[in-house]
């Protein structure tokens, strides 16, 4: 008698989709009074100079109000009253000096330059698809994975991948690496240099920050070496520290433009694609590949006063919130090599929600600094009554609108835009650049919140007195903003990167 055969049907389960990213925790749950107490130390750092400049202005008033008479008659009682003179001279003496001890000096943004890549590195979908295809490395699902979050991601077919990467098979190497860090921040200075007419040998402080990338010499001596600065510039050079390290380099530069005078600081912006790019099947170590792309910024930085007549932008406040005391925070941007040897960066899946609870103390330190003074007033009398009567109701969130023109968030991917608009109750205008710029350029890194710049700008919507708010995150966990405030109505300079194109935008992105 016959056995019957068994015949054994083998299904391949479909490529796992994306896991949905965590949504940024509800800015209207609670507010941390320490951020609160934070944000009013650095408003009580100025009370000497926010005091002193009311008292010298009703003295000015009540002086220029004197006649020749009151002027003789006060004459008379001093000179006889010795003590009252010299009491009142040691007062005038030390108020002067104490004010112009802490005075901070105004800092002036002159222009700034972002790097645009030739139009052979664009990448559109299908050739980035093609390319991971022949590599070879990439397995169906790692294939398939890669494809969807491209298609969630809100770039569009018009970014920009290194010439490396653009060979087949890639051809990643530190030649390579170093061509494209050459390429972009020649590219950006280049264009600066032009449109400031500022010699090199000008330039005091540099400060160059790049993540991934930080070879020997530096990029910062990479910057001397081409335009042959002075030998007594002061080189600054920012690794690791993700994708708000912009807004550090700035603050930075800031500090050091407090202490020298009259001088010129540039700072540097960028991310290195080429020697950072994953070519393993680690779900979490893939989504960088589809997110970044090559960008890169150059931003010339003033204490000069006479730079104010043609300066765009002059900074009003900095400020930097760090979480790498906490362990989820600190791992959830982390650089590591996977189960094959192959190095990339992992994003957790905790991330989003580190980010939200970074940004929430950020702009609960920033809020003393920035919101007019109803709104001040409203938001921590609704802190005292919640302490006082330990109520469960919400805090009053104070209306950010009401303090900023602008707002250049980083674009480090659509849902944290989409969080963001949705949590501070932004409209669709506000988010426009940084949704523009993920689109257009992808993410750049610490340079993506200058492009958005750009795009206001571009756009003829800078006027004179508006202010200006980037805010970046990035690994460590960080986060990091900056306030500027537009000296006069900003023109797009020459080398704007959105100069030929801005007229087909903004374009609508399909969900």
Not at 282 to 304: E, H, Q, Y
Not at 477 to 499: G, M, Q, T
Request: charge should be positive.
């Amino acid at each position: 008698m016959a056995t019957p055969s068994h015949h054994h049907l083998t299904i391949t389960p479909p490529p796992p989709s994306p896991p949905p990213p965590r949504p940024l925790p509800n800015f209207l749950a609670s507010v941390k009074l320490k951020y609160v107490k934070l944000g009013y130390h650095y408003l009580m750092a100025h009370l000497l100079t926010l005091c002193l400049l009311p008292l010298i202005a009703v003295t000015a008033v009540h002086l220029s109000q004197l006649n020749l008479d009151d002027v003789q008659k006060l004459y008379i009682h001093l000179q006889y009253n010795l003590i009252t003179v010299i009491a009142l001279s040691g007062v005038i003496i030390l108020g002067c000096t104490a004010y112009l001890m802490t005075r901070p000096r105004t800092i002036y943004l002159v222009d700034y330059s972002c790097y645009r890549a030739p139009d052979n590195l664009s990448v559109q979908f299908d050739i980035f698809m093609e390319r991971s295809k022949q590599h070879g490395g990439f397995d169906e699902s790692a294939l398939e994975f890669q494809r969807k979050i491209l298609e969630r991601s809100g770039l569009g077919e018009e970014t920009y991948l290194p010439a490396a990467l653009h060979e087949i098979p890639p051809a990643p190497s530190m030649a390579a690496g170093r061509q494209e860090a050459e390429d972009v921040m020649f590219g950006a200075l280049d264009n600066l240099f032009k449109s400031t007419k500022i010699s090199p040998k000008d330039i005091g402080m540099m400060v160059v920050n790049c993540s991934l990338f930080n070879p020997t010499p530096s990029l910062s001596s990479m910057i001397v070496n081409k335009y042959k600065l002075r030998g007594n510039v002061k080189t600054f050079n920012l690794g690791g520290m993700g994708c708000s390290a912009g807004v550090i380099a700035v603050d930075l530069a800031k500090d050091m433009l407090q202490v020298h005078r009259n001088t010129y600081a540039v700072v540097v912006s960028m991310e290195n694609i080429t020697q950072n790019w994953y070519f393993g099947n680690k779900k979490s170590m893939l989504i960088p590949n589809c997110l970044f792309r090559v960008g890169g910024a150059a931003v010339l930085l003033s204490n000069k006063p006479t730079d104010k007549r043609r300066a765009k932008y002059k900074l009003l406040h900095t400020v930097r919130t760090h979480c790498g005391s906490d362990d989820t925070a600190f791992n959830c941007v982390y650089q590591e090599q996977d189960n094959t040897g192959k190095t990339g960066v992992s994003l957790s899946k905790d991330l989003m929600a580190i980010a939200g609870g970074a940004l929430k103390a950020n702009i609960t330190t920033l809020g003393p600094l920035v919101l007019p003074i109803s709104e001040q007033l409203l938001f921590f009398a609704s802190l005292i009554t919640r302490r006082i009567s330990d109520t469960k109701t919400k805090p009053y969130i104070p209306d950010f609108k009401l303090a900023f023109d602008h707002f250049c968030i980083h674009a480090g991917g659509r849902a944290v835009i989409d969080e963001l608009e949705k949590n501070l109750q932004l409209s669709e205008a506000h988010v426009e650049p940084s949704r523009m710029t993920l689109y257009r350029f992808g993410n750049t890194s610490s340079s993506s919140i200058w492009y958005e710049l750009a795009y206001t700008e571009a756009k003829g919507r800078m006027k004179k007195g508006n202010r200006v708010w980037q805010i970046a995150f990035g690994s460590g966990f960080k986060c990091n903003s900056a306030v500027w405030e537009a000296i006069r109505a900003v023109k797009p300079s020459e080398s704007n990167p959105w100069l030929d194109c801005i007229h087909k935008f903004p374009v609508e992105i399909k969900v």
